[in-house]
């Protein structure tokens, strides 16, 4: 496959992951899908994160926008809140955890160098 889309990796991984998150596993054996793979926050806010690259738009917007049609996915406490903020009225939320190394994948495949878009 020439040139494959991260998207793929990243949304499948986080799907097949999703049922052992807090079960670490230590075994090669195990059912890739499952009834019990969900996607999960990292996959809605990669998805996000693709949308901002894509339409060029400020990506606490899309965060905003995927984040609360998809309300159950396992949101941190902070962002939860944070997605109750009115659009307008959107500022950073203090994020103490791993979630923007959980969604930062496409960047590196939309962009060949630092400068601004």
């Not at 806010?45 to 917007?61: F, G, P």
């Not at 950073?92 to 190394?101: I, Q, R």
């Given at each position: 496959?020439?040139?494959?889309?991260?998207?793929?990796g990243?949304?499948?991984?986080d799907?097949?992951?999703?049922?052992?998150?807090?079960?670490?596993?230590?075994?090669?054996?195990?059912?890739?899908?499952?009834?019990?793979?969900?996607?999960?926050?990292?996959?809605i806010?990669?998805?996000?994160?693709?949308?901002?690259?894509?339409?060029?738009?400020?990506?606490?917007?899309?965060?905003?926008r995927?984040?609360?049609?998809?309300p159950h996915?396992?949101?941190?406490?902070?962002?939860?809140?944070?997605?109750?903020?009115?659009e307008e009225?959107?500022?950073?939320?203090?994020?103490l955890g791993?979630?923007?190394?959980?969604?930062?994948?496409?960047?590196g495949?939309?962009?060949?160098?630092?400068?601004?878009?």
């Amino acid at each position: 496959m020439n040139n494959p889309n991260p998207l793929y990796g990243a949304l499948g991984g986080d799907f097949v992951g999703s049922i052992h998150e807090w079960n670490n596993i230590k075994r090669k054996e195990f059912p890739l899908i499952d009834g019990r793979c969900k996607l999960t926050d990292d996959s809605i806010l990669t998805m996000a994160t693709a949308d901002a690259i894509c339409s060029k738009m400020d990506y606490a917007i899309c965060y905003h926008r995927w984040g609360n049609p998809n309300p159950h996915r396992g949101y941190g406490g902070r962002f939860r809140k944070w997605l109750a903020e009115k659009e307008e009225d959107l500022a950073s939320y203090g994020s103490l955890g791993n979630g923007l190394a959980m969604r930062v994948s496409l960047v590196g495949f939309a962009f060949q160098t630092l400068m601004k878009y």
